[in-house]
């Protein structure tokens, strides 16, 4: 950030102005403002159960179902609102 605050570019400065904590979003795949797709990294450690290194997600619905869910969103992309830019 401050590599660009430095730059003497008036579209970065542009950008930079625009750039401020007031925004509020949401989830919402019919009308979004951005969409973004992530590559997939999902987190399944391996616990110790019974002496032996067992993945979380073969111990808990939980964590599997979580997984599921992560994974489907990294695939598909987060579609995001914009509701307010203050």
């Not at 660009?4 to 579209?11: C, H, T």
């Not at 509020?24 to 987190?43: G, T």
């Not at 290194?53 to 987060?78: F, P, Q």
């Amino acid at each position: 950030m401050h590599l660009l605050r430095l730059s003497e570019d008036q579209e970065v400065k542009t950008l930079l102005n625009q750039i401020h904590r007031g925004v509020n979003v949401k989830e919402a795949k019919s009308e979004y403002d951005l969409h973004r797709r992530n590559k997939v990294r999902l987190i399944d450690p391996s616990v110790l159960y019974e002496n032996k290194l067992i993945s979380a997600s073969k111990l808990s619905e939980d964590v599997k179902r979580m997984n599921e869910k992560a994974k489907e969103k990294a695939e598909n992309g987060m579609y995001v609102k914009i509701i307010s830019n203050l």
